[in-house]
């Protein structure tokens, strides 16, 4: 069976799945939810087993550092995933939402109520994680999931999908709502992305590279999930000591996800003095250090080891620990940087000033702005949304973590008595 025929069959089920989970109640999504915890937390070490074949065969391959670490599942990073999908259970229920009444003058009542999208696929490297968050999203907001993982993680996807669908035992909502779809040839991918009528919406989650790609071939409707190339603003009026605490988080955390910052900027009246205690703190954390003309020579008068920036480092997500450092004007000049070389995802600010801190927030293109603490905030575990299927820095629908709200649609309703149009 070629990838077409596989991805029409797939979404073929997926859709006569889907309904019934949107003729289901909320109490039974949530029970789905509640098994999916109880089965990853009483199956721990078999998904462990797993994802260590993944892993030998990733590192055996060469993979990167960074797409390693997102490829790893430990038993803490099981327990959260656990842990999300029963947070996600205990929020509130995103189908049949009132959005909009009236009623017009010819009697007509309108309604604008939340219902599912149907059909969504999700095409992701590496993480596993994902294959649990979209799932668990979808399943709660009334969706199918079609999830397309990579074929580094095969292992680790298929005993998370088979532990899922034991989920669904004596339930009236089928277990096909959740479809795997082969990872051994990149055909399927494009399969999905034009498997338009079929699959109501795609979802890509990963590298810039892999995102583009998605956007470029889909037929699909697509929501663009995107690459962060994030900065961290020191302004002169910082607190100094706050900005190294927020760097260092922002960047070393965990430097492989998108939300990790890939540039600092610090404002030239305070940079004699911010400038080395910001390498020093850098180096001393293991972060290869990319600067600017004006760094580099504060980095030679104090002997610090670092690196000349090429044109494309300012625009390059490194996934690692690596960095850069530019001396900028004032908030102005950091807004500008930001605009040339930023991807839309997360900006944050260290000041006191709150004319500087108005500026950077309403003159920033992007999803999320974050005033004195840290870029790992965009997430949205973190933000109370219970996990995220992605970060959209996109304008259109959603942007910033897509949550249950963001996996939904609209239907107006409209309610008569007998009128006709005239």
């Known amino acids: 069976m070629d990838a077409t025929a596989i991805i029409a069959e797939l979404a073929k089920k997926a859709r006569i799945a889907a309904c019934s989970l949107a003729n289901s109640s909320e109490s039974a999504r949530n029970q789905i939810l509640l098994n999916i915890a109880d089965e990853l937390e009483k199956n721990l070490d078999s998904i462990l087993k797993a994802n260590q074949i993944d892993m030998a065969n990733a590192k055996s391959s060469g993979m990167n550092q960074s797409l390693q670490d997102r490829l790893l599942l430990t038993k803490d990073r099981v327990m959260a995933m656990a842990n999300s999908s029963r947070n996600i259970a205990k929020l509130p229920d995103p189908l049949g939402r009132l959005l909009v009444e009236r009623n017009l003058e010819n009697g007509l009542n309108l309604k604008q109520v939340s219902v599912p999208f149907g059909v969504v696929g999700m095409v992701y490297e590496a993480r596993p994680n994902v294959t649990i968050d979209a799932a668990v999203i979808l399943i709660k907001s009334g969706n199918a999931a079609l999830l397309r993982g990579s074929s580094s993680a095969v292992e680790s996807n298929q005993i998370l999908i088979k532990l899922m669908k034991q989920a669904f035992a004596s339930s009236e909502i089928s277990p096909d709502v959740i479809q795997l779809v082969p990872s051994d040839d990149r055909s399927t991918v494009s399969a999905l992305l034009t498997a338009r009528g079929k699959v109501d919406l795609v979802i890509p989650r990963g590298s810039a590279q892999l995102i583009n790609s998605v956007v470029s071939e889909a037929t699909v409707p697509t929501i663009e999930t995107g690459a962060g190339v994030c900065h961290v603003y020191v302004d002169k009026s910082a607190d100094l000591e706050k900005a190294i605490a927020i760097l260092i988080n922002s960047k070393c955390d965990r430097p492989s996800v998108c939300n990790a910052a890939e540039t600092l900027l610090i404002h030239k009246d305070i940079a004699e003095q911010f400038t080395p205690i910001a390498l020093k703190s850098l180096i001393a954390s293991g972060v290869v250090i990319n600067c600017d003309q004006a760094t580099m020579a504060i980095a030679k008068q104090t002997g610090l080891a670092v690196n000349l920036a090429s044109d494309d480092s300012w625009s390059t997500e490194y996934g690692t620990l690596e960095i850069n450092v530019a001396q900028v004007s004032d908030v102005n000049g950091a807004i500008e940087h930001i605009a040339e070389h930023g991807t839309k995802h997360t900006e944050a600010i260290v000041a006191t000033d709150p004319v500087v801190i108005q500026s950077f927030i309403s003159m920033n293109d992007c999803a999320a ?28 629908h959603a942007r910033g973590p897509m949550g249950l709200e963001q996996m939904t649609t609209t239907t107006w309703i409209v309610t008569g008595n007998g009128q006709i149009r005239e």
Do not use: L, P, W
């Open 369 to 396: 702005v974050m005033v004195n603490t840290s870029t790992r905030f965009t997430d949205g575990e973190q933000m109370g949304f219970g996990a995220e299927i992605g970060i959209s820095n996109q304008k259109m």
